[in-house]
Nanobody
Framework: QLQASGGGSAQPGGSLKLTCAVS????????MTWFRQAPGEEREGVTC???????FYTPSVKGRFTVSRDNNKNTVYLEMNSLKTEDTAVYFC??????????????????????WGKGTLVTVSS
């Protein structure tokens, strides 16, 4: 079970930190991924951390977002800085149930995810 939390409202340029609490799955043994879905848009892969600690970021968040995990707490984090209005979305944590991040044609594969949590809403506005 994956449970995302930490969403809320922020102003452009602000920061938020999302948490994905995981049970029934060891975060250190599997790739953990963050997706987001803006209103009227398709779900988009944001970032992934593999079991070996390899990182993937979609270009629009590179340099602003940081994914990390705490193996002892079995938790994954998404630290979001320099937020933009276009970051407004529901954010989901997910896992493909394998060690590596599943990237297809340069994007994280939505269809490869075996485990999904409920999302948390992030709203960026002035």
């Amino acid at each position: 079970q994956l449970q995302a939390s930490g969403g809320g409202s922020a102003q452009p340029g602000g920061s938020l930190k999302l948490t994905c609490a995981v049970s029934g799955l060891n975060v250190e043994n599997y790739a953990m991924t963050w997706f987001r879905q803006a209103p009227g848009e398709e779900r988009e892969g944001v970032t992934c951390i593999s079991s070996h600690g390899r990182l993937f970021y979609t270009p629009s968040v590179k340099g602003r977002f940081t994914v990390s995990r705490d193996n002892n707490k079995n938790t994954v984090y998404l630290e979001m800085n320099s937020l933009k209005t276009e970051d407004t979305a529901v954010y989901f944590c997910a896992s493909p149930g394998v060690m590596g991040c599943t990237v297809v044609n340069g994007d994280l594969s939505y269809h490869a995810m075996d485990y999904w949590g409920k999302g948390t809403l992030v709203t960026v506005s002035s």
